[in-house]
């Protein structure tokens, strides 16, 4: 959207300037994620500005969008023709809100919107796939976001060329359910076969995966894996809970035990391998007993870093009308447990690489000091030339200070 504005002639500032547009790409996976969205909405709203509302958000309140402080409300896939949608509103002379959200579900092929040509910052994001077909029981995201449509893999291809000809050096593989990518495709073709074309890129140097569900990890999968040489040693594991009744529960369809089974297996065929994940406490009918299976799974496997969610109920999903709905203080008690494990998991991976000497693509500068990130996603921090920005460079880590680690330029 925002390369769509600039084509047209727009200047694209920070959202805390004044504007003549505002743009709220909405999500609206949990309660807080929407009323983060309303704030902001009126926020914008009260500067006497244009105000759009794209996305997820919009896919929810369609049957009501009056409600909101919103002169424009454009779905998931109306993102593509926005700047047109905006200025015929103003055309219009702004007589009354634009609503413009069509039926996500009877999207059934990806649409490709422009390639990116040139990267914001070092690393970027590459979306490969849109959509969701599994109807986990706590989630909205199939009705908002529609059915798996995978992208063609020549347009990623293309994509991922361009960026790494303006600079771009780590790419990032998102969509809303990546290991699904290709289910909807004639052609037998999966993520790994994505994975394989793009690490033939020249000039890229490295591929980081996002958020992937765990029964995508087959042995053949990780075998192929462990031979994609720009490939991130880095997972990040939607594993939601790891007790196999809430799992049931949740529609989610692996155990704990078969996670841990490919947590052991990725160990043994990559090197120097971290894992993050999603997990959700006070999922409906969660026991003290269900909890604390999940949090010896945890600890079991040692992610370096969680994402803690307390349970959201959200509306056209099977939880939402599940009894022994979980008390919010209960909820935020677990929550606290796993983010206490979680800052101890975090240090405890660290400190495993101290002393050690690891490539590190910088990304940003400060006052001073380059920060990037190696390959296994550890922050870093170096005191060094602000030329060195955007290059990958061999660096000694040497102490933890707070979530990052403090190091020095390797001769």
Not at 65 to 75: C, F, H, R, S
Not at 162 to 167: A, E, F, I, M, R
Not at 196 to 208: D, P
Not at 239 to 257: A, F, G, H, I, P
Request: aromatic share 8%; net charge positive; with cysteine.
């Amino acid at each position: 959207m925002i390369e769509k504005f600039k084509k047209a002639g727009y200047e694209v500032v920070d959202f805390g300037n004044l504007a003549d547009i505002y743009v709220i790409n909405s999500c609206s996976v949990t309660n807080m994620s929407t009323r983060k969205t309303r704030q902001e909405l009126s926020k914008a709203k009260r500067k006497g500005s244009i105000v759009v509302l794209a996305g997820c958000y919009a896919q929810e309140i369609i049957d009501k969008p009056n409600i909101l402080n919103a002169d424009v409300i454009i779905g998931n896939e109306e993102k593509k023709d926005i700047v047109n949608i905006v200025e015929s509103y103003i055309n219009s002379n702004k007589a009354q809100y634009v609503l413009n959200v069509s039926d996500i579900s009877k999207v059934k092929k990806y649409v490709q919107k422009d390639k990116l040509t040139k990267g914001m910052n070092i690393r970027e994001s590459v979306k490969i796939e849109d959509g969701c077909n599994n109807f986990c029981s706590y989630c909205i995201i199939p009705y908002v976001r529609g059915r798996v449509r995978s992208r063609n893999l020549d347009d990623i291809v293309e994509e991922v060329e361009n960026l790494v000809k303006s600079g771009v050096g780590e790419v990032v593989l998102v969509g809303i359910e990546i290991a699904s990518y290709g289910k909807d495709l004639e052609s037998s073709i999966s993520l790994i076969d994505v994975i394989e074309r793009i690490n033939k890129v020249k000039g890229l140097k490295r591929i980081r995966l996002g958020s992937i569900e765990p029964r995508v990890l087959t042995n053949d999968f990780i075998i192929r894996l462990s031979k994609v040489e720009k490939l991130c040693p880095h997972f990040h594991l939607s594993v939601q809970s790891l007790d196999n009744n809430v799992l049931k529960r949740m529609n989610r369809k692996y155990t704990r035990e078969y996670v841990f089974d490919r947590v052991e297996m990725i160990r043994k065929y990559i090197k120097d391998v971290s894992f993050t994940c999603d997990i959700i406490v006070g999922f409906p009918g969660e026991t003290d007993e269900e909890f604390l299976n999940t949090l010896n799974g945890v600890k079991k496997i040692g992610f370096y870093e969680m994402h803690i969610f307390k349970y959201s109920k959200r509306k056209w999903t099977k939880a939402a009308s599940m009894i022994d709905q979980v008390d919010g203080n209960v909820a935020s008690k677990r929550s606290e447990k796993l983010i206490d494990l979680s800052k101890e998991s975090k240090k405890a991976y660290m400190r495993n690489f101290l002393g050690k000497k690891i490539d590190v693509l910088f990304e940003s500068y400060s006052k001073g000091y380059l920060y990037g990130y190696t390959s296994n996603y550890m922050k870093i921090k170096v005191k060094g030339d602000k030329m060195l920005w955007g290059l990958q460079q061999k660096v000694e880590l040497c102490s933890i200070e707070g979530d990052l680690i403090l190091g020095k330029l390797s001769q």
